[in-house]
């Protein structure tokens, strides 16, 4: 302990007076007994002194001695040298500064994308042993064309449940909107339908009140609802005392029983599958109200089933089990030709699998950023380290080892990559939060934080920054040779080419990972450039939508909705500022629902043959597709007399495939899901996009008075401001019946945006780094040639002494300069094309080697490489001869 203490008061740079005055009393003790030993053997006192000094080995000496031995040698080393460091840092605080803020960027951009990549990707789910759990889907090796997987049947899942030994549980999910009204304005939700054991697949039970029951899952005993804990914080103020309460949903008195834990972190709706649309987190859970042991085996492909398997079973164990299951129930259904079998999914591959792929190119990318920043840096302590070839040529000249030379450089880069990693990491906490502010559409964005995985990728990226920033210049410095450091140190020394290469390969570093980064953000951004200009089928500006609920008692009969949307659709038409309306209960770009078998009501399908495409069934306003501007290519849409007669208008493509080469006007569509007669088919209009980046589905048109529309979404052109279209549509709902919920009102434009956004985040970012490595290249490239310049200062001007024209000095450094940038962008290129099946799954309308792309990424790499040499290659041909030798 002594030892240590003292240890530390050295390293704060204090040693105690008493300790000073202990120390010098006590060895005045002693050369005062051997002065006297001295005299009394006959010497003069001032010999006596002077042999007695020499005995001792000098107070100064002894005393230094005495003290080295009290401390820890190694970490007094350590601490003189870093104490050296920071002196020569502070001696260049704008570099300095520059440099920690420069590594501080690089670090928390990184360690920021970092942390969202190990929340999403590489944390495990937050429920009992996640990797036990699966999502069940169907497929058929005949219908493969058609989807490669669909959603469950609740027959299958009552299968499963009943009979699969392999399964601990199995859960089915029903992604539905509730109406909650009373207390505040009605509010449309959105929920989930669950089978009672939904909680016990996941792992997970309430935190206040029950789970539902067995008998709760039947019909007319499902009015029973769980809370999801922000729903109960932010509608019911957290009140412990919600259990046992009745609240209205979709007009019926249902109670509370419990409320979820805060930390069930669920999928989003998506990320159930496709049938569920709407991309929002759940906030109510209901049973399902209806036994699915008395579901047909046949159709209503429409559910979610959450897999539990029992602990050490096989994933393809489950699934060999799940389909002896069904093989036998479509046997009893005669449905063997179908060929459905059943796959497992890892849930946590369900849930991030669109960002899995795109989190990893941008961790690459910032990843490359820092590199090229701490090469950056390394080529700044290269030239701190031919500034200190004088110092290291004295050091070994008097005695000094290889380690301590090689501490000259090392520790200054350190102390810069502790710095600046210690900045990094604040800000990478700032750039967490920024990130969950900005509502970017990425799953589990909710579970992303700074934790210990975070904490030691941070740690292993200053580690080896500290290594890329400061190994090669301090190992170039150890290697010094004392009389050529104390040469080259000369004012009129220069580098020779062998000096120079170590530099020029970093320039090309740099440069090889810039064009890259480039490549990465010019397709990127071209893709989404095409796929905001893709022909979407309809109109986007000048349109707003407004989705409203009828799902209340009232609006229990179809005939009660249908009378709803009659009077809704005047009335809105006459708002000032509207020129048309419509309806439709699904907007475009919100997914793909209702989907159905496409077949020709004329021709009889035999008993075991499959549909060959499935539509996309929408029901709309004759006005409807007027007011989105979807051209009518063949016959007539929807009119007033219609109401009497089943009819229907086909998207092209819709038509194409029934009818290919013929008209189909006059013809009959059906839909083979649902108990339904055929439609007559009275027009053909423009095929529309549900995605921007997929192909237009098979679309069928029905009149909304044919059909059950519990969730309509009125769309109107208008020619006045959104804001002022807003406050007119509620206060028309609003007449008709105050008690209807309405969702936000937005525009198509909005619509769009939010059907990109995610590929927008991933856009800005790629490009926000190509652009950072363009401009760190260039202060690259820029730093090595005009300290070459000044280091050939003595060179260049005997050149021009000697009658050296302007134009070959000027040719010399751009040549010198712009070698390694070809070099560099040629790997570059090269390593792009090669990795641009990577890309290529993130990409809309244009190829991964895009040869115009990589010709303009090379043009603007040149450019700016050019630039970046000019200036001092235009400092060279200005050099005076005869200053530049009187330097000599």
């Known amino acids: 302990m002594t030892v240590l203490r003292t240890w530390f008061r050295r390293a704060r740079g204090v040693f105690t007076r008493r300790q000073d005055v202990e120390l010098a009393d006590e060895l005045n003790c002693h050369l005062d007994a051997h002065t006297a030993d001295n005299v009394r053997a006959g010497m003069a006192p001032e010999e006596a002194r002077r042999s007695a000094l020499l005995a001792l080995g000098g107070l100064q000496q002894t005393t230094e001695a ?51 990549v190990n929340g999403v990707l590489l944390e495990p789910l ?112 957290g009140d412990p005392s919600i259990v046992n309460r009745t609240i209205d949903v979709d007009g019926e008195p249902n109670t509370v ?52 398997l029992r602990p050490g079973v096989d ?22 030709a179908f060929g459905w079998k059943a796959i497992l999914i890892p849930l946590r591959e369900q849930i991030t699998g669109g960002s899995r792929q795109s989190l990893w190119l941008l961790l690459g990318a910032v990843g490359a950023v820092l590199l090229i920043i701490c090469v950056n840096i390394g080529n700044l302590m290269l030239v701190r380290a031919v500034s200190k070839q004088r110092e290291a040529g004295i050091r070994l000249a008097l005695g000094a080892g290889r380690f301590g030379l090689f501490g000259l450089v090392f520790n200054e880069a350190l102390i810069v990559v502790a710095a600046g990693s210690a900045l990094g990491i604040a800000l990478a906490f700032a750039g967490v939060r920024l990130i969950a502010l900005a509502s970017v559409d990425v799953p589990r964005i909710e579970d992303v934080h700074v934790d210990w995985r975070v904490l030691v990728f941070a740690a292993v990226t200053a580690i080896v920054s500290a290594a890329i920033c400061g190994l090669f210049p ?17 004012p009129n020394a220069t580098d020779g080419p062998h000096r120079r290469r170590l530099s020029e390969v970093l320039v090309g570093l740099e440069v090889a990972l810039s064009a890259m980064l480039l490549v990465v953000g010019s397709l990127l951004m071209l893709s989404f450039f095409r796929l905001l200009h893709v022909n979407k089928g309809f109109d986007v500006e000048h ?3 407004q989705g409203i609920s009828l799902m209340s008692p009232v609006y229990r009969e179809a005939s009660a909705r249908t009378r709803f949307i009659d009077e809704a659709l005047p009335k809105l038409g006459g708002i000032a500022g509207v020129r048309s309306v419509g309806v439709v209960n699904q907007v475009p770009l919100q997914g793909e629902t209702w989907l159905d078998d496409l077949a020709d009501a004329d021709r009889p399908k035999r008993k075991d043959e499959l549909a060959g495409r499935t539509a996309n069934f929408r029901f709309v306003s004759p006005d409807y597709w007027k007011t989105m501007g979807i051209a009518l290519k063949q016959g007539r849409v929807f009119q007033a007399s219609d109401r009497a007669r089943p009819v229907a208008v086909l998207s092209e493509g819709a038509a194409r495939y029934l009818w290919p080469g013929m008209n189909p006007i006059g013809r009959h569509v059906q839909a083979t899901g649902r108990p339904a007669p055929s439609l007559e088919v009275v027009g053909v209009v423009a095929d529309t996009r549900e995605g921007l980046a997929k192909a237009p589905p098979a679309m069928v048109y029905e009149p909304y008075w044919l059909i059950d529309v519990g969730g309509p979404s009125f769309v109107l052109r208008t020619a006045i401001s959104p804001a002022v279209i807003g406050a007119a549509v509620r206060e028309v709902m609003h007449t008709i019946d105050a008690n209807v919920p309405l969702t936000p009102i937005e525009t198509m434009e909005q619509v769009v945006d939010a059907s990109v956004a995610a590929r927008r985040f991933e856009m800005n970012l790629a490009i926000a780094f190509a652009l950072s490595a363009l401009v760190l290249a260039s202060l690259g490239i820029y730093g090595v040639l005009a300290f070459t310049v000044a280091r050939r200062t003595h060179e260049i001007g005997i050149r021009i002494a000697l009658g050296a024209r302007s134009t070959h000095v000027m040719r010399m450094v751009l040549k010198q300069g712009l070698r390694p940038v070809i070099g560099g962008l040629i790997v570059g290129l090269f390593v792009a094309v090669m990795g641009g099946r990577i890309l290529s799954s993130q990409l809309y309308g244009i190829s991964a080697n895009d040869p115009p792309t990589m010709a303009g990424v090379a043009a603007l790499l040149l450019a700016v490489a050019l630039c970046a040499c000019w200036f001092p290659a235009r400092r060279a041909i200005a050099i005076d001869p005869m200053r530049a030798l009187r330097e000599q």
């Open 257 to 308: 029983i419990g409320v979820a834990p805060p930390d069930l972190h669920l999928p989003k709706g998506e990320q159930w599958g496709p049938l569920f649309a709407h991309n929002r987190l759940p906030l109510l859970f209901r049973p399902l109200g209806f036994d699915p042991a008395q579901s047909h085996a046949g159709g209503e492909f429409n559910y979610a089933a959450l897999v539990r």
């Open 474 to 490: 301090a190992w170039r410095l150890a290697h010094a040779q004392p009389h050529d450091s104390l040469k080259s140190a000369a």
């Open 315 to 336: 994933q393809r164990q489950a699934a060999a089990e799940m389909n002896a299951d069904i093989a036998d129930l479509s046997k009893q259904f005669g449905l063997d």
């Open 126 to 237: 937050k429920y009992r042993d996640p990797d036990r759990l699966y999502l069940g889907r169907m497929y058929a090796d005949r219908v493969t064309q058609i989807a490669p997987s669909f959603p469950v049947n609740a027959r299958h899942f009552h299968e499963w449940r009943t009979r699969c030994q392999s399964c601990e549980e199995v859960a089915l999910i029903d992604g539905r909107g509730f109406t909650l009204t009373g207390s505040g304005e009605p509010e449309r939700l959105a929920g989930l339908r669950v089978s009672y054991n939904f909680f016990r697949a996941l792992g997970s039970q309430p935190v206040l009140g029950r789970d539902f029951r067995s008998e709760e899952e039947q019909p007319g005993r499902s009015r029973v609802v769980i809370l999801s804990d922000s729903l109960w914080r932010s509608r019911f103020g």
């Open 543 to 545: 349109i707003v939508t």
């Open 66 to 116: 005495w003290r080295d031995r009290r401390g820890i040698p190694a970490v007094d080393i350590f601490v003189r040298e870093g104490r050296y460091a920071l002196r020569a840092l502070g001696r260049t605080p704008s570099f300095t500064l520059v440099t920690i803020l420069t590594l501080a960027l690089g670090l928390g951009a990184t360690t920021t994308i970092f942390s969202v």
